[in-house]
């Protein structure tokens, strides 16, 4: 007999294709839209090199986020894990992580959104297309996944025309490769902050409680959408290289919309600044259905308001941490920077993941074949990586994560 839900649970909709359509919402466009320019600017012509590095520590998150996923199928992701298999305040601290960068990100992409559609009136706009997607997620995750679906392919087509641009437009040239070495730290710094556009993966994972058959669904779906998004990326990354160079994608406000515009086929361009305002919205959509889970999960276990646990009875999503979510995004668009914030949630998210790698490392031969080797190589890849970052980056982070340890210290004082 099919379980019903309880009226305090969420309820299970999700496929694998409905899950990997959500991955590839939450990593499509991010990065090809906003981390290319400053990783550019990091580590030149071996963006490539930093591309990879950044796959490489993903793809081992995913693994163990998968296993993790798989064995306790809750919404929450690392914060769950955390709580699970190392303790409450490891739990705490990465949920922790997880709000706090993630809200930059969402504001990011809000932005990014209102500079692509209307660069005077950035922020109104950034203000709409923030009231659009929190309409969208109130609604319920079905329709979350059926209005991503639509971004994925919109995205898709606009990149395609991008490459097509780049490599059509007359001013490919291996010549644009040349830049000077950018050693050991840049390319570190140039998979940090590319990992920015891989972090979309565990979406799957927070969503957790509304998979169906999550032990098979989750491990089939992360690291699916993971090698999609990896190919896509390499594929834009070498036709941006050849086109323009590094130096110009790293000045570049718009990068791949400037590489495009640079060549014979500059008709394009319009395509790709609308590819890029629906993606920035579409991964917004899937940022914001994450951290409403998230904080659905920490509420539940009294870790934030209880009555952030609330779940809507119709639509079965977890409306009050949706509006709640929507409503610290709107006020952090009045003071977000871009390229900053992109950095600062690389920092927090890399931490968040450092801690769903430890967990996983306690589940030993039961999480698979070779789970301790990718545990362990994928904790020591973030906490590399988050150390790579820009130093105000990295110390902006630290401030937060020293801000939420302090707060566990309070809270877990007798009363």
Known sequence: MKSVPGPDRLERRLGVADAVVVGL???????????????????GSWLLAGLVLAGAVAYANAGSSAALAARYPESGGAYAYGRRRLGPFWGFLAGWAFLAGKLASCAAMALTFGSYVAPGLARPVAVAGLAAVTVANYLGVAKTVAATRVVVAVVLASLGAAVAGMLLGGQADAANLASPEPGVV???????????????????????????????????????????????????????????GPAALAAAAAPLAEAVAAGRLAELEPVVRVGAAVASLGVLLSLQAGLSR??????????????????????????????????????????????????????????????ANAAAWTLGPAGGRWSRRRAGAGLVGCLVLAASLPAASVAAGAAVLAAGAAVWVVRAQPS
């Open 25 to 43: 919402g939450a990593m499509l466009g991010a990065g090809v839209f906003a981390a290319v320019g400053p990783a550019a600017g990091a580590a």
């Open 294 to 355: 998230t904080g659905f999960a920490m509420a539940a276990n009294h870790d934030l308001p209880g009555a952030l646990a609330a779940v809507h009875p119709r639509s079965k999503v977890p409306h009050r941490a949706e509006l709640a979510v929507a409503a610290l995004v709107a006020v952090a668009l009045l003071t977000v920077d871009l390229r900053g914030a992109i950095g600062f949630s690389s920092t927090l998210v890399l931490v968040y993941y450092g801690v």
């Open 186 to 244: 840049g390319v570190l710094q140039s998979g940090g902050l590319l990992f920015f556009a891989f972090a979309g993966y565990a979406r799957v994972a927070t969503l957790g409680e509304e998979v169906v058959d999550p032990a098979r669904t989750i491990p089939r779906a992360v690291p699916l959408a993971l090698g999609i998004v990896l190919a896509v990326y390499a594929v834009v990354a070498v036709a941006a290289l050849l086109a323009v």
